[in-house]
């Protein structure tokens, strides 16, 4: 049974920076392709960012140029790091794996003054 964790969120201040983690815990980790998704309050859930078994990214317009998704295969943890974060950045973040289809717990950023 694959489970993700997440860590990493918090409260910043616009224009700062945060790093989310999350731990994949089960085998073959390289070769799954993970995402970030994230649910704003009264909001649906979006995708954010994702990445493949090869490295290959893709960014939603809305975090294009201020985000990064990485991955560490020796850690089996994927990372996204978030760069001028702007209020409309305020939500729950949850990694999600689309091959077995599970979700994270989630991790809370708030972007406020």
């Known amino acids: 049974q694959v489970q993700l964790v997440e860590s990493g969120g918090g409260l910043v201040q616009p224009g700062g920076s945060l790093r989310l983690s999350c731990e994949f815990s089960?085998?073959?980790?390289?070769?799954?392709?993970l995402a970030w998704y994230r649910q704003a309050p009264g909001k649906q859930r979006e995708s954010v960012a994702s990445?493949?078994?090869?490295?290959?990214?893709d960014y939603s317009s809305a975090v294009k140029g201020r985000f990064i998704i990485s991955r560490d295969n020796a850690k089996n943890t994927v990372y996204l790091q978030m760069n001028n974060l702007e209020p409309e950045d305020t939500a729950v973040y949850y990694c999600?794996?689309?091959?077995?289809?599970?979700w994270g717990q989630g991790a809370q950023v708030i972007v406020s003054s």
């Open positions: 999600y794996s689309p091959y077995h289809g599970n």
């Open positions: 089960g085998t073959l980790f390289p070769i799954y392709a």
């Open positions: 990445i493949s078994s090869a490295g290959i990214t």
